[in-house]
């Protein structure tokens, strides 16, 4: 399934959720940011762009680069995000999750789309690696508060340090020590 069969709107929405920005570029354009080329999905900053053809499941897995990354770190990305494996295999596990929020497209489809694109799991299809050997990409997203304890979606909180006034240190904290994005919510104890 392609971005254009989705429809612009339904994911945008998604990632402005998550602070993202989806940038439609028109047929026939190269896609800026686009690590593979054609029609694939491409990255700079919190802008993710793609045009009518490019796959939801690139769309997505783009997305889910950024999405996994503390938002200070997002401003340094361009088109390549991550040299990281674990990451990776987090935001595999993640654009699956992902896709049950979209009304049309679903995990099963999305994982089907991802087998005939061409990825390849040690277990052979992707639903078999994300029902069987998907735990440390799942617990990883699970830490880093991007799943629910149980693996499920887990909806993004929205500007957590804009309307909390005081103590700066929240918001500093979570570029350190802390997983992405969840210091600023569970820093009770936090005063200024
Ligand atoms: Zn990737």
Redesign the pocket.
Known sequence: MCLGQLGFEVAAALLEQYGLHLHPVDDDIPIPGSFWGDQEAGIIGSSVYARNDTPVHSLL??AG?LIVLPVERRSKVHTD??DSLEE?DA?CYLQIVLADQLAGVGRKRLMADMDAWGYTFRLGSTRAWFEGDAGDARRWLIERRLLTADGGWLPPRQGPCDDVPSGPDRCDARDSASPAGSACHDSPGVSP
Do not use: I, L
Request: proline share 0%; aromatic share 0%.
């Open positions: 897995h783009e680069h995000a991550t990776e935001v």
